[in-house]
Structures are given as C-alpha cells and as structure tokens.
C-alpha cells in the first residue's frame, strides 16, 4: 500500500501564480480531504470529498481556492491568483467510508513569496 | 459552531517524566474523537475513542474519554526524546446521518529533554 501521495513535496512561488497541489488516495478510500496547517490556525478542513462529490467547501478561504476530484484516484487543490497568506503546509487525507482513521499524505510546503 | 481546544499548546518535560494532554471539545451529534502525533510530516494515527470511560493503551500511551464532560485526556508514561512531536486531537461528528469531517484541534507541542 502506497499511502496517500502529495505532489509536489514543496513549492515557491510568486505572488500572483497559479499554484495547482495534487493528491492520490489510497486505492479503495472512497472520502478525500484536503487541510491546510499554520502554526496560527493549526490544521484546518478545506474541503472533503464522498465518491467524488464535494460534501463541505465551507473551509475554502475564498474565490482564489478550488478543488477536484475527476475520478476516484485523483484530487487537486488550485490556488489563482496566490498570496503570502497561502503560505502553509496543505495535506490530503483519505479514507475508507464507515472507518474513522484518517490516513495523511506527506503534504505540500506552499511558500508564496 | 463545532470546536475542539487543547491544552496546554506546548510543554517541556525531561526524559522520565509523565505527561497528560488535554482536549475539549463542543461538537454536535458527536461520533469519535480520535488522537494523532505528528513529528515532521503528515499527522499518523495514535487512538480512536467513541465510548466513555473505557481506556485506550498501547505502550506508554494511553487515553480516556468523557462524553459527559466532553473531554479527553492522553497520557504518557517515562516519556522518550522520541516522544517529542506535535500531538493532535480530532473529533468527528455525524453529518446528515453519515460520516461528516474530521475538526482538530491546534495541537500539543511536547518536547521532551534528554
């Protein structure tokens, strides 16, 4: 079992550039969800999928954040314009319906310069 | 609206030392609360509590849930330099019948000094 995959591991940007983070679930986790981490906020919901359906986006900071799921092994998180304040760790997590453990991927340093 | 708090946000102990985490929550139609570590990277798996009373152990780690005073308590026994990590709790309440998403606290910083 591969584990949850984030690519890419880190990223530095320029304010203003489209930032696009990327997530494989574990093979046969039907929820995904994407978290950011500041040492401000701590770990924050974003977004999280059932079988491909966003169920809560209410912890989208606003407009400039999206996210998909095309398909049951795929998911992006989508930054445009990016800011300073984006900078944070973004981890996605899957897991299997009617299992409460979370599995995290390694996750994705965003530095917004 | 749902929140969990913990408590303290960091400690230092020295090696030997037994520690007690502290988490709080206020959630609607409450479901789990689970406790994860998180060293340098992504957060893994230490405990899920879904029954009152009823003590989770592996190792020196243990923990306890209360649902009637909505809180739950980690403890760590002769603690290690390995020890050291970010601890996290998490609660997980039913949405619309179902599972809903996992709403962590800020984390427990713990160092633990050789």
């Known amino acids: 079992d591969a584990g949850v995959i984030q690519s890419p591991r880190h990223e530095v940007t320029e304010m203003g550039q489209e930032v696009t983070l990327r997530c494989k679930p574990i093979?046969?986790?039907?929820?995904l969800f994407w978290y950011r981490q500041t040492m401000m906020r701590g770990l924050e919901l974003l977004i999280y999928?059932?079988?491909?359906?966003?169920?809560?986006d209410s912890g989208m900071p606003e407009d400039r954040f999206s996210a998909k799921m095309p398909n049951a092994s795929f998911s992006t998180l989508k930054i445009q314009p990016s800011e300073p304040r984006d900078s944070a760790v973004y981890f996605c997590?899957?897991?299997?319906?009617?299992?409460?453990?979370?599995?995290f991927g390694s996750g994705t340093q965003l530095s917004v310069l | 609206e749902d929140k969990v708090v913990q408590s303290p946000l960091s400690l230092v102990v020295h090696e030997g030392d037994t520690v007690t985490l502290n988490c709080s929550y206020e959630?609607?139609?409450?479901?789990?609360l689970l406790w994860y570590k998180q060293e340098k990277k992504a957060p893994t798996f230490l405990f899920m509590l879904?029954?009152?009373?009823i003590e989770k152990k592996s190792g020196r780690l243990s923990s306890i849930l209360d649902k009637k005073e909505l809180f739950s308590i980690l403890n760590i026994t002769a603690t290690q330099t390995g020890d050291s990590a970010i601890y996290l709790c998490?609660?997980?309440?039913?949405?619309?019948?179902?599972?809903?998403?996992?709403?962590f606290g800020k984390g427990t910083k713990l160092s633990v000094k050789p």
């Open positions: 959630v609607t139609n409450f479901r789990s």
């Open positions: 997590a899957s897991r299997r319906t009617g299992h409460e453990k979370l599995f």
């Open positions: 999928f059932n079988n491909n359906v966003p169920i809560d």
């Open positions: 998490a609660v997980e309440a039913y949405y619309g019948g179902s599972q809903g998403n996992l709403i």
């Open positions: 093979s046969g986790h039907n929820s």
């Open positions: 879904t029954s009152s009373g």
